[in-house]
């Protein structure tokens, strides 16, 4: 059954998405074991990187900018408590591809330990590879624009080393999603380079299920025209991003244009009910969007 997930509030400016999420399965498999019911996405624990200006293609050590919004157990539980039961937790690709060897196995070894630091708080994971469009190297163009992108190799590469990290932790409390929106061009490879995605993570992970989507930036129509037969795998979930109206959904994003949220010279005021703005203030953890499946906006 289709159900819908609204985005409620956004915590320090960052910007709401609501998606749907749908379980599919098939007469080879069972559904999915993990179940997903209000959620906030945990951007940006292993995003805002210290990426050296081109020529160069590699980060500073370590990667991830010390001033951004990591949460703490306290966070995680404050969650728990005022009624999120899932996090998304996205993950910048750039870093884990840049470094090799033991560099490499550290950041991996921080991502699962953040893993299990949430599920120890009664929280499921949805762990999405997230590449950053702002990056002049490890970005969507390079990696994930057609199978002739450059770097669709490593990633896929990575995807397998991921999803193996995964593994061995409870499928019924975690999702991987290989990639977060795809790009937004509707480029018409994307049903076989996302099944091979899913091909090569379900190698490695046969019991995790995966979060997978339609073309043009994961958007409605990008859903609508996906054959799920093009995935070739049952134990999936089906994930759409909706952002309208992006003056309500991106109000004080500052990376977007006056084209497309129309509040430049003033901008625009919505009220925020007063529960809201106590769990907002509640948390510290700054940069997260409040997600939730119910269709009922929390009190």
């Known amino acids: 059954m289709l159900t819908r997930r609204q985005a409620v509030h956004t915590i320090a400016g960052a910007a709401v998405i609501a998606s749907s999420v749908v379980p599919v399965a098939g007469p080879r498999a069972a559904q999915p074991g993990i179940r997903l019911g ?35 157990r306290g966070d995680l539980a404050a969650l728990r408590k005022a009624g999120i039961d899932f996090v998304r937790i996205p993950i910048d690709p750039g870093p884990l591809l840049a470094f090799s060897g033991n560099r490499q196995a550290g950041l991996i070894r921080d991502i699962v330990d953040a893993v299990d630091m949430v599920m120890a708080e009664d929280l499921s994971v949805i ?22 992108s450059p770097l669709f190799p490593r990633f896929l590469d990575l995807i397998r080393i991921m999803a193996a990290q995964l593994s061995h932790l409870d499928p019924s409390r975690l999702a991987f999603e290989p990639l977060n929106e795809p790009p937004h061009d509707c480029i018409s490879e994307w049903p076989a380079l996302q099944a091979e995605m899913v091909r090569v993570a379900r190698a490695a992970a046969p019991r995790l299920t995966f979060v997978v989507t339609g073309a043009c930036g994961s958007m409605i129509s990008g859903l609508e025209a996906l054959d799920p037969a093009s995935i070739k795998d049952d134990n999936v979930i089906y994930t759409f991003h909706f952002y309208e109206p992006y003056v309500f959904s991106h109000q ?15 901008g625009l005021t919505w009220a925020s009910a007063a529960s809201t703005v106590a769990f907002a203030a509640s948390s510290n953890i700054a940069g997260s969007n409040v997600y939730e499946t119910s269709g009922k906006p929390p009190t």
């Open 38 to 72: 209000r959620g906030m996405n945990l951007w940006p624990w292993f995003s805002l990187t210290r990426e050296f200006p081109p020529p160069r293609t590699d980060y500073d050590w370590p990667p991830y900018q010390e001033t951004r919004a990591v949460p703490r």
């Open 127 to 148: 762990l999405n590879l997230h590449p950053n469009g702002a990056t002049h190297y490890f970005n969507e163009a390079n990696l994930v624009a057609g199978f002739g």
């Open 252 to 266: 004080g994003a500052p990376w977007m244009t006056c084209r497309i949220t129309s509040t430049c010279g003033g």
